[in-house]
C-alpha cells in the first residue's frame, strides 16, 4: 500500500480509516459495505457517493459536496410523493354571512329557526339553526363547515348569521332586564289588586297596593333573560287604563271625590 503513490496519499490523509474504505481501489469512492454491521445508510441508497466526492482517489474535492447530496435526496423523495408541505393543496372553503330574524320569545328562551341557504348552481337549502337562550341582536352564529365547499381536498368554509330579534309588543330588553307595560284599571289602581304578568319562567302573581300611580314600576328578582349562569330580573311598569265611554255614575263619583292635591306643583323648569 505504501509503495503505490496513489494508495499513500489516501493513507496520510485517512490514516488507519482507509481499511474500512475499501483501501481505495480503482474508482476509489467509498460505498457501503453491504451487510457492513450497520455501516450503511438506508435513506441514501441511490446515491453513488463517489459522483459526489469524486471517482478519482476518493477525495472530497470541493466543498460542495453535501449541499448536492442534500439536492439529490430532495429530488429523490418529491419523485416518491413526499410533495409540497402543508398548505401546498387546495384552497379552505369561503365563509358564508347570512341575517337570521327570530321572534323575541324564541331569542329569550332559545329555541329553533329556519335559514334559507341559496347554494352555487341555485340550489336551495334549509337549514335548522338552534337558537341559544339568551341571545341578544346583532350576535353571531357560526355553523362550522356548511360554507362554501373547499377545493382539492380542503376544508369547507363555515356559515356566520347574524341574529335580528323582532320586537315585542309589550316586552323590552335592557341587557338582561326585561321590562312589561301592564295594563290596570282605575279601580285596580286607587284600590289595589293582584294582578297575573306572564313572563319568561311561567304566569307570576303581583299585588298592588292601594293608590298605585301609571308609571309605577314593581320589581320581580330572577325572572329576565337567563344566559348562562346569569338572570335578569323583571320589572312591570304599570299604566292605568280608562275605558273609552266613561260610565255616568263614575263621572259623579270622580266629582265628589274632587281634583286633590296638584299632582304638578313639583314641575318646573
Do not use: C
Not at 353571531?140 to 356566520?160: A, H, V, Y
Amino acid at each position: 500500500t505504501l509503495k503505490d503513490p496513489k494508495k499513500r496519499e489516501m493513507f496520510d490523509r485517512y490514516g488507519s480509516a482507509y481499511d474500512s474504505m475499501g483501501s481505495g481501489g480503482p474508482g476509489g469512492g467509498w460505498r457501503p459495505h453491504p451487510g457492513g454491521g450497520g455501516q450503511g445508510f438506508s435513506g441514501f441508497e441511490e446515491f453513488d457517493l463517489g459522483d459526489i466526492f469524486g471517482a478519482g482517489g476518493g477525495g472530497a474535492e470541493g466543498a460542495g459536496g453535501f449541499s448536492d447530496l442534500f439536492r439529490q435526496f430532495t429530488r429523490k423523495q418529491q419523485r416518491r410523493g413526499a410533495g409540497p408541505g402543508p398548505g401546498g393543496g387546495g384552497a379552505t372553503g369561503a365563509n358564508v354571512e347570512h341575517e337570521l330574524q327570530v321572534p323575541f320569545r324564541t331569542a329569550i328562551s332559545g329555541g329553533h329557526a329556519q335559514l334559507t341557504v341559496r347554494r352555487r348552481g341555485g340550489r336551495v337549502e334549509t337549514i335548522d339553526v338552534k337558537i341559544p337562550a339568551g341571545i341578544d341582536d346583532g350576535k353571531k352564529i357560526r355553523l362550522k363547515g356548511q360554507g362554501e365547499p373547499g377545493t382539492g381536498g380542503s376544508s369547507p368554509g363555515d356559515i356566520l348569521i347574524t341574529i335580528r330579534v323582532a320586537p315585542h309588543p309589550a316586552f323590552q330588553r335592557h341587557g338582561l332586564d326585561l321590562i312589561v307595560k301592564v295594563p290596570v284599571t282605575l279601580q285596580e289602581a286607587v284600590l289595589g289588586a293582584k294582578i297575573d304578568v306572564p313572563t319568561p319562567k311561567g304566569t307570576i302573581s303581583l299585588t298592588l297596593p292601594p293608590g298605585t300611580s301609571s308609571g309605577k314600576r314593581l320589581r320581580v328578582k330572577g325572572h329576565g333573560v337567563s344566559a348562562g349562569e346569569k338572570s335578569g330580573d323583571l320589572f312591570a311598569e304599570l299604566q292605568i287604563v280608562l275605558p273609552e265611554q266613561l260610565d255616568p255614575r263614575l263621572q259623579e263619583t270622580l266629582k265628589e271625590i274632587g281634583a286633590g292635591p296638584n299632582p304638578r306643583s313639583s314641575l318646573v323648569w
